[in-house]
């Protein structure tokens, strides 16, 4: 005799299944497969697992359960990509200096059932805006927020009396990270609601962080209002990192923004100091040091350490899936992050040697960024153009 248990409380105890059990429970019987099949449940795994995504533009005509299991399969493919399935092109012609890069196309998503990877970059030639509200920091210490297309001003904030070097939105878009690397430079975080929309008279809602020197900052894709901050102190130049989580109450018309530090630590002196930095889950940290690669906790737990490259490394890249490190020989290691255990941990992937014209490896600068189907780096060679190699894989 089947014991039949009602919908909505078979609901509720399906939320709290991951992909794989949802998956297992849809096969017990009709009932259980059509509470599975519930699009909510799989909307809110896609949630939990891709937070970063703009789903409203990726997700089409898809169900969110056909768009997770898609999805999953490319993450797939990509942990267990080796060189050979890549084709390998060089954009040719004098393309200048390359700066930032960015997918146009939502990192490899489907958008409309057309799977492509569009990319976008700002060129010492050319200037290229593709944001729905851009922030801009400039050398006086003001930030600017402006319309796109229209590039109409919004607000100015006079934020510092030097340059504002970093500048960070959050993953759900409600605080602006804003910070010099002058060591009188106190950071500073707002909330974009009071940018949006500024009150004659007075001053956008912030809050300054009690950590001057700062030189990275990254927030975490998946914990919303969780940053982590990467600074120098003392005439040896400590590196430390800590972490804040940031709330914002409101008690009738006023609204407080709080700041409470959750994890800090120092790096030993002996190891070199990072350039680069960046965060998984919110629990990791994953930085260069010379030619290593380093996975700490944010308590200063060292969980790994990566010897991929003979050089050192000269450019790190992190999102909620992939990590991409280049390095002054012109080679790039692409990981991935993998969720199995007590700690998410990286797996590394796949090592990619340079196949361009020219094969002295002798780049100043190289940077890379890579979606579900493809990985995009600029080698400069010369202080007056950049090379843009691009890797796809075989569909």
Same mark, same amino acid.
């Given at each position: 005799?089947?014991?039949?248990?009602?919908d909505?409380?078979?609901?509720?105890?399906?939320?709290?299944?991951?992909?794989?059990?949802?998956?297992?429970?849809?096969?017990?019987?009709?009932? /259980?497969?059509?509470?599975?099949?519930?699009?909510?449940?799989?909307?809110?795994?896609?949630?939990?697992?891709?937070?970063?995504c703009?789903?409203?533009? @990726?997700?089409?005509?898809?169900t969110?359960?056909?768009?997770?299991?898609?999805?999953?399969r490319?993450?797939?493919r990509?942990?267990?990509?080796?060189?050979?399935?890549?084709?390998?092109?060089?954009?040719?012609?004098?393309?200048g200096i390359?700066?930032?890069?960015?997918?146009?196309?939502g990192?490899?998503?489907?958008?409309?059932?057309?799977?492509?990877?569009?990319?976008?970059?700002?060129s010492?030639?050319?200037?290229?805006?593709? /944001?729905?509200?851009?922030?801009?920091?400039?050398?006086?210490?003001?930030?600017?927020?402006?319309?796109?297309?229209?590039?109409?001003?919004?607000?100015?904030?006079?934020?510092?009396?030097?340059?504002?070097?970093?500048?960070?939105?959050?993953?759900?878009?409600?605080?602006?990270?804003?910070?010099?690397?002058?060591?009188?430079?106190?950071?500073?975080?707002?909330?974009?609601?009071?940018?949006?929309?500024?009150?004659?008279?007075?001053?956008?809602?912030?809050?300054?962080?009690p950590?001057?020197?700062? @030189?990275?900052?990254?927030?975490?894709?998946?914990?919303?209002?969780?940053?982590?901050?990467?600074?120098?102190?003392?005439?040896?130049?400590?590196?430390?990192?800590?972490?804040?989580?940031?709330?914002?109450?409101?008690?009738?018309?006023?609204?407080?923004?709080?700041?409470?530090?959750?994890?800090?630590?120092?790096?030993?002196?002996?190891? !070199?100091?990072?350039?680069?930095?960046?965060?998984?889950?919110?629990?990791?940290?994953?930085? !260069?040091?010379?030619?290593?690669?380093?996975?700490?906790?944010?308590?200063?737990?060292?969980?790994?350490?990566?010897?991929?490259?003979?050089?050192?490394?000269?450019n790190? /890249?992190?999102?909620?899936?992939?990590?991409?490190?280049?390095?002054?020989?012109?080679?790039?290691?692409?990981?991935? /992050?993998?969720?199995?255990?007590?700690?998410?941990?990286?797996?590394?992937?796949?090592?990619?040697?340079?196949?361009?014209?020219?094969?002295?490896?002798?780049?100043?600068?190289?940077?890379?960024?890579?979606?579900?189907?493809?990985?995009?780096?600029?080698?400069?060679?010369?202080?007056?153009?950049?090379?843009?190699?691009?890797?796809?894989?075989?569909?």
């Amino acid at each position: 005799m089947e014991f039949h248990v009602p919908d909505v409380p078979l609901l509720k105890i399906f939320s709290f299944l991951d992909a794989f059990s949802l998956l297992q429970a849809s096969q017990v019987n009709r009932c /259980w497969n059509s509470v599975a099949e519930n699009d909510q449940l799989w909307r809110n795994l896609c949630l939990r697992k891709w937070s970063f995504c703009n789903f409203s533009l @990726c997700l089409g005509s898809q169900t969110w359960k056909q768009f997770f299991l898609k999805q999953t399969r490319l993450e797939y493919r990509m942990a267990s990509v080796k060189p050979e399935d890549f084709i390998f092109k060089e954009a040719s012609g004098n393309l200048g200096i390359l700066g930032p890069m960015a997918y146009l196309s939502g990192h490899g998503h489907t958008m409309d059932r057309q799977e492509k990877s569009v990319i976008c970059t700002v060129s010492s030639k050319h200037m290229l805006y593709a /944001w729905d509200v851009q922030e801009v920091g400039n050398s006086e210490g003001d930030i600017y927020t402006l319309t796109v297309p229209e590039l109409r001003g919004v607000s100015k904030v006079s934020a510092f009396k030097y340059s504002v070097d970093l500048l960070h939105c959050s993953p759900d878009k409600k605080w602006i990270f804003a910070s010099g690397t002058h060591q009188n430079i106190l950071p500073v975080v707002f909330l974009t609601e009071s940018l949006l929309k500024p009150s004659e008279g007075k001053s956008p809602l912030s809050l300054s962080i009690p950590f001057p020197s700062c @030189c990275r900052a990254c927030w975490a894709p998946r914990r919303t209002g969780r940053i982590t901050v990467m600074y120098r102190r003392g005439s040896f130049k400590k590196t430390g990192f800590t972490t804040f989580e940031l709330m914002a109450e409101r008690t009738g018309d006023r609204t407080d923004i709080q700041a409470h530090q959750i994890a800090t630590f120092l790096l030993p002196l002996h190891m !070199e100091s990072p350039i680069w930095m960046g965060v998984g889950d919110g629990n990791m940290i994953v930085f !260069e040091s010379g030619p290593s690669l380093f996975l700490f906790t944010i308590s200063g737990h060292l969980l790994q350490r990566f010897e991929d490259h003979q050089r050192t490394i000269g450019n790190l /890249w992190v999102d909620s899936v992939h990590v991409l490190t280049t390095s002054m020989d012109d080679s790039l290691h692409l990981y991935m /992050w993998e969720e199995e255990g007590h700690y998410p941990y990286l797996r590394s992937c796949c090592h990619l040697e340079h196949l361009g014209s020219d094969p002295a490896p002798s780049c100043y600068v190289s940077k890379a960024v890579c979606d579900d189907m493809s990985i995009v780096c600029v080698v400069s060679r010369i202080r007056e153009s950049s090379i843009l190699v691009m890797y796809s894989l075989h569909m």
